[in-house]
């Protein structure tokens, strides 16, 4: 494992009950769940699609502030 990897990891765990509480996902985890798992297909609104995505921007934001780093750096 990348020796940044592992600290963060590392620091992200004495943090989890502080700061990871704090990010708030809405409801991505029931999107997930029910587009792999539906009985029948669900399209969500353009409203609920914009939700989502906001709330993937910021947790995507609050994880690279953690493991401090750039999303250039990623290319």
């Known amino acids: 494992m ?3 990897v592992k600290k963060w990891v590392i620091k992200a765990m ?5 700061e990871f509480k704090k990010l708030d996902v ?11 798992y ?3 297909f669900y399209i969500p609104t353009l409203e609920e699609a914009k939700q989502a995505f906001e709330i993937a ?10 493991m401090e780093i750039r999303e250039d750096e990623l290319k």
Not at 14 to 18: L, S
Not at 26 to 34: F, R
Request: glycine residues 4%; proline residues 0%.
């Open 2 to 4: 990348d020796e940044k």
């Open 14 to 18: 004495e943090d989890y009950k502080t």
């Open 26 to 36: 809405g409801n991505l985890s029931d999107y997930a769940v029910e587009v792999r």
């Open 38 to 40: 539906a009985d029948e």
């Open 57 to 66: 921007k910021k947790a995507k934001e609050f994880i690279f502030k953690k």
